[in-house]
């Protein structure tokens, strides 16, 4: 606008001079500057119309993976824009080069891909862009402002490899040592595979042996199956005050990497957390609002600011967006339903964990492990997890708090028929993995 007024001033001047040094080449020039003027406002908003701006990169992104993202811009114009200036905005966790600023010319009917690379350096939920594209004429006299909108990049959580887990035999993690035979239901055929002292007749596929020239038998899918739930909590109010920063994050790693390998090892598993999903404040609040944190560009949870009464409200509505459980189930692509919860998670004061666990977990199938990962275990979580025991669950009670009375804990766990376990740091991790006793 400021330019379009100091044109409009020069104008006159010229206008002026013209008029008193009866110069005509003067009034030549401010014909130029006027034809100038309104070609490029004629010009310039219709080459936009024909502007098409894509970004091209995979969504979801494993920690410390590269990623690149491809801009792409096509011209469908019969005009051309003389230049286009490019700015991104790129998340300051996910940089590792210099900023996305370019200035480019695109021809009628031409495109130009333009490409950068971020680094998945945190977990979250991040906003790539908006893209500011900004063109106007040669001469400066007209500009015109577009904006593409954001896309988000997910980055999963740290996953630590798990090569076996030294757990009680009777739990479903490898080869199990149990008597009790999982029902197949005929109705569901998996295969067939070959005969073995014991199997009936009446499962001996016989045309399929006849034309293989060996006894072969039906195979069926099971009709139950062993299911895992990993239970995490994130009230921080239940953490110590040293361990809020890095209690939550080891706890989700611990979460990640043990889904990981249960569904490398082809079993069922399921996520229950009090933990907080900003993505449901994100629909819930005014559009204007910002919830990406300014230090690392990643979606976070407005934390409790102000007087009590504010804090209490921001509490209530901490509670309120306490992410759905996710029910056990096998697959890769069930996986990645997990690790994508996982990695927006907050922690934050929201529900008491004790009462928590035993209300969310009733609607899952008898016998299944329940894996609980807490800070720290009061009586009031041990009793929970106990009632849990009588109500037909295997529950496996993981510690992760570093200096808690680990003993005791463990002492009360054994009294109340569940095990309990201490794994405060990855080299924790590594140690329970070791064989010792009775394990799969």
Known sequence: MTGVIELFFLII?????????????????VYVLVAIYAVS???IPRSLRGLKVTRHYHPRAFLSEPIEIQVQLDNHSRLPIYWLQIIESVPPELRCGPTVNHVIHLGPGRGRRLIYKVKAMKRGYYR?????????????????????????LTVYPRILSISRLSLPSRLPF?????????????????????????????????????????LLVRTHQPAISLETSLLLNLNVDEYSSRFRSDGPEWAIV????????????????????????????????????????ETSGRLTFVQPVGNQ????????????LISKPIPPNPGRDHLMQILEQLARLEAGPTV????????????????TTLMIIVPAADDETCNSLHRLVRNGFNVVLIVIEQFVDFTAIQERARLLGFEAYHIADPQALRRWQQPHGNFA
Do not use: C
């Not at 001047?13 to 020039?29: G, K, S, T, W």
């Not at 080869?175 to 499962?203: C, I, M, N, W």
């Open 13 to 29: 001047l010229l206008l002026a001079v013209a008029l008193i040094l009866r110069v005509d080449f003067i009034i030549y020039v």
């Open 41 to 43: 406002r004629w010009v």
């Open 128 to 152: 790539l862009g908006p893209m500011q594209i900004t063109t106007g004429d040669l001469f400066g006299f007209q500009e015109s402002n577009v904006k593409l909108e954001p896309d988000y």
């Open 174 to 214: 490898g080869t199990l040592a149990s008597k009790q035979r999982l029902f197949e239901d005929p109705a569901r055929p998996h295969g067939v595979r070959e005969y073995r002292l014991g199997d009936s007749l009446r499962l001996v596929n016989w045309k399929v042996s006849a034309h293989t020239d060996s």
């Open 254 to 293: 611990l979460a990640a990497s043990l889904a990981s390998h249960l569904v490398d090892l082809r079993q069922s598993v399921g996520l229950v957390t009090n933990g907080i999903d900003p993505l449901l404040q994100l629909k819930t609040t005014d559009p204007q609002q910002t919830l990406y944190e």
């Open 309 to 320: 009464q504010v804090a209490n409200r921001q509490v209530n509505l901490a509670a309120k």
């Open 352 to 367: 008491d964990f004790a009462s928590f666990a035993f209300q969310t977990t009733q609607a899952l199938n008898w016998g």
